[in-house]
Nanobody, 124 residues
Framework: QVQLEESGGGLVQTGGSLRLSCAAAGRTFSTYTLGWFRQAPGKEREFVAG????????YYADSVKGRFTISRVNAKNTVYLQMNSLKPEDTAVYYC?????????????????WGQGTQVTVSS
């Protein structure tokens, strides 16, 4: 099992930046594919970015490509989401998720472990 805890959310103006962190408790962090998802009020949870356990390949939703960067530091059991050029439509609760030995990074129901979420609010 792995326990996840997000941090780094907050209130930022349009065009600003935030870096989200997700720290994992467990000794097998490198074997997990990690994803960031978000859910805005009244909307379904959506995929934002993923990074695989095998080769640390990265993937992004079209809506954030070129603005967000996902990365991981296995030695720190942490995955990051650097968010630049933020827009009001990026406002949501952001969740990190983990799934062991998975190559499916974009489907939320494939992930076994979830953090509690962190609120990101972008003001116009």
């Amino acid at each position: 099992q792995v326990q996840l805890e997000e941090s780094g959310g907050g209130l930022v103006q349009t065009g600003g930046s935030l870096r989200l962190s997700c720290a994992a408790a467990g000794r097998t962090f490198s074997t997990y594919t990690l994803g960031w998802f978000r859910q805005a009020p009244g909307k379904e949870r959506e995929f934002v970015a993923g990074i695989t356990w095998r080769g640390s390949n990265t993937y992004y939703a079209d809506s954030v490509k070129g603005r967000f960067t996902i990365s991981r530091v296995n030695a720190k059991n942490t995955v990051y989401l650097q968010m630049n050029s933020l827009k009001p439509e990026d406002t949501a609760v952001y969740y990190c998720a983990a799934d062991r030995y998975s190559d499916i990074y974009y489907l939320s129901h494939k992930y076994d472990y979830w953090g509690q979420g962190t609120q990101v609010t972008v003001s116009s």
